[in-house]
């Protein structure tokens, strides 16, 4: 089936592309405000936000930004695509749903579209499981079942590519059943055969592990070996570590991240990974716990008169205050906690980062992955 696009939707984004460029060219580009108070957090080590200048890294280094609107009308993600876009290479809106039968609905946001191709970035369009908060296991379980099943949402994916003028896929299929390991691989084997010879990348985000569990509900179906043949990138969600469901700590610990780089670079050749980069943080009060921004955790700060802890053995900050008798703690990511992250993947010689998400990040992340990746 056809997924959308169509003549007049080509024409109408060739337009946008043109008319940011020319904005762009002059000086024109617009910016919308954002909600909600941002701050700037206290910090650990230098960096500036990104100027409007392309940086220019070393050939087929990528440094990749997921784009992901949470209300209609957000343009957070939008403002901050405008001050990374020179520091990017590749761009990944999270705009695509597989259901059940095969079908892929979404829209992508023709003005973040128009934007990326001014700024010459790379777009893949991001496919996953999501409905009503979370990651779908009866769907994965669904789309992957079948040889039938798994031809007829490829033929969706390569609809939606050529259609929309993408430069590849990234599949983010998450919380798959373990007992469809082997039709995962068989899924990721045939999407290769069908996208690879009109030259589209097969890429995929892949759940993060320090070995094979097969047993694990959250990656086991995952195949790190057999996939190697089909997928030309490899991004690994190195975050969650610790998240809203559990105990406080970090998003993405120096560590646990230093293992799961380990145990993907005995599989994949390190040019074929790219470090996942989380640019969010978790509040916890009590036992409940909730995502937050780089700009809320600023905003905490500030309104609260609390200056940062450093933990240098994770090499993340974090901090904790007390209201009405509950203490609360926070740990989140800023540019100093990134450096290190994109340091520790340059180190291992990986094919570059790729931060989640625009809008949720401390704004001068991109100049510290600038000056590490030139």
């Known amino acids: 089936m056809s997924t959308g696009g169509g003549i007049l939707q080509n024409l109408w984004t060739t337009f946008l592309t043109i008319l940011v460029y020319l904005s762009s060219f002059l000086g024109l580009t617009p910016s919308a405000a954002t909600g909600g108070a941002q701050g700037s957090a206290p910090s650990y080590g230098g960096g500036s ?59 992508v946001n023709r003005r973040m579209l128009a934007l990326a191709r001014a700024r010459g970035l790379k777009v893949l369009a991001l496919v996953h499981n999501a409905g009503d908060g979370r990651f779908s296991a009866s769907t994965a379980h669904a789309l992957l079942g079948t040889a039938w099943s798994r031809r007829t949402v490829i033929e969706n994916v390569y609809d939606l590519l050529v259609h929309n003028g993408f430069d590849g896929v990234n599949i983010d299929l998450e919380n798959v059943p373990t007992g469809d390991r082997a039709n995962l691989t068989a899924f990721f084997r045939d999407l290769s055969a069908r996208l690879r010879p009109d030259h589209f990348l097969v890429t995929a985000s892949l759940p993060a592990k320090t070995y094979d569990d097969h047993a694990s509900s959250w990656s086991g179906a995952y195949d790190y070996a057999a ?53 969010y943080g978790y509040a916890w009060s009590g036992v409940t716990g909730k995502a937050i921004t780089h700009g809320q955790a600023a ?32 740990w989140y990511e800023n540019r100093a906690s990134a450096a290190v992250k994109a340091a520790l993947a340059r180190r291992h010689g990986l094919r570059g980062v790729a931060v989640w998400r625009l809008g949720s990040e401390d704004p001068t992340v991109w100049s510290e992955i600038a000056r590490l990746w030139q």
């Open 49 to 107: 936000p990104i100027t409007p200048a392309v940086v220019n890294y070393a050939s087929g280094v990528e440094v990749m930004a997921y784009y992901m609107e949470r209300t209609p009308g957000d343009m957070q993600p939008y403002n901050s695509l405008l001050k990374a876009s020179p520091a990017l290479t590749t761009i990944i809106p999270f705009s695509y749903n597989a259901d059940a039968t095969g079908r892929i609905s979404g829209t």
């Open 227 to 279: 996939l190697v043949p089909y997928l030309d990138l490899a991004l690994l969600m190195t975050y969650d570590e610790h998240s809203a469901g559990g105990h406080p700590g970090p998003v993405a610990s120096f560590g646990w991240v230093e293992r799961v780089i380990g145990y993907a670079e005995s599989v994949f050749s390190p040019q074929r990974i790219v470090l996942g980069v989380p640019a």
């Open 299 to 330: 905003s905490l700060l500030v309104s609260r008169g609390i200056t940062p802890s450093w933990d240098t053995w994770a090499q993340v900050p974090y901090f904790q205050y007390n209201d009405q008798g509950l203490l609360h703690n926070v």
